[in-house]
């Protein structure tokens, strides 16, 4: 099976690059240059008019959301196991965990830099950029005292919500949550950190212009 | 198997209800009155500490996000057909239009009435209100033009992308969308609106206290 994503550094689709590794799949990786907005292109619109990152490109379409990215690369390749695919609760018990990341963390996250999806008031935006500490500081509050299980998201069966947990984790700092008090999301980031999958994915992206 | 749901009027659970009666499952509705702040008590929190809607409670445990009940719908029933389930890039897609509801549409109307969820300054959430026609509106010309198959989400399957699709277009006219602009969406609501599961589903909703 070809498979092509599409990537930018910094970006959520670090996640579907990692499960792809993880997965063992054959895969094709293009970057976005989103400080030269390669993603408004009237080339990549016609791929994902969504303008964003991440695109799966598959011999049968395309899929654009994160969730839906790291289902598929779940069931398609099943030796990997990575979603608990023959078991309907256990697997929808990831996508609840990854529901959670892009409905709710990723979207308070993204109330720092992209504001201006929202309102077109400078004041309101510097408004949601104060309260993102705040807001995802109470979204990892939660994921640190109810969801993360242990050693990985889902216990000890590592899945997809693993690297979408780091990836969303890599933000953290930038975001003003302090560390200290999620201590098993911290310690969760540090063991993904070391994976091979993780490294490779890391290693295979251009650095960003601005860090 | 015992499923309840957890739902309040007007609330993206509305999805899930009908998905549960699509499926012929067998199930206890509870509603919360929101009026009442019912989500926050300390019984609810115990169940979802996320305090919102909907919460589906399972001999297995509890799913609490919209695109995973659906999921664990459509594979815990399979006879209803509802998600693909053996064709993993099918399945994807239809996980894919969910996961843009739950993390675009949803999210764009939420900033109507619940922008203290992203800012504290008065002034700020007055621009988010202002702009939601115009953030809900371009999600749903992406809908009208790229997303809707026709005559279901998916083409001639109905999945459960249907019921959802149906839930956040209920909330078109409340955030000033013209339904003029959108006659593919506004065509698929009511073809819905007039299925017995839809109608089930509304008729066992006590009217909310403010429309």
Redesign the interface.
């Known amino acids: 099976m070809t498979l092509t994503l599409y990537t930018a550094p910094g970006t959520c689709a670090l996640a579907s690059h990692i499960a792809l590794e993880e997965a063992g799949a054959e895969y094709e990786l293009k970057q976005l240059d989103f400080s030269k907005t390669e993603q408004l292109s009237a080339e990549y619109l016609s791929i994902n ?2 303008a964003r990152v991440p695109t799966l490109i ?1 011999p ?2 395309i ?7 790291l ?2 690369i779940a ?2 390749f099943p030796s990997a196991d990575l979603a608990a695919q023959n078991d ?6 990831v ?2 965990f ?3 990341l ?3 963390v ?3 996250h993204a ?1 720092r830099r992209r504001g201006h ?5 400078p ?2 935006i510097e ?2 950029k ?2 993102v500490p705040e ?1 995802v500081g109470a979204c990892f509050d ?1 994921i640190e005292s ?1 969801m993360l299980q242990g050693p990985w998201v889902m216990g000890d069966s590592y899945t997809v919500a693993d690297p979408y947990l780091f990836t969303v984790a890599q933000w953290l700092e930038g975001d003003g949550v302090d560390l200290d008090r999620i201590p098993h999301v911290f310690d969760h980031r540090n063991r993904m950190s070391k994976r091979p999958a993780v490294q490779k994915a890391l290693n295979a992206l251009r650095k960003p212009a601005v860090a």
């Open positions: 008019p969504k598959t049968r379409g899929l654009t959301e994160t969730p839906a990215i289902a598929f069931q398609a309907p609760f256990a697997f929808a018990e996508q609840d990854n529901s959670y892009c409905s709710t990723h979207v308070a109330h999806r929202w309102a077109d008031d004041v309101a408004a949601m104060k309260k807001s939660l109810e």
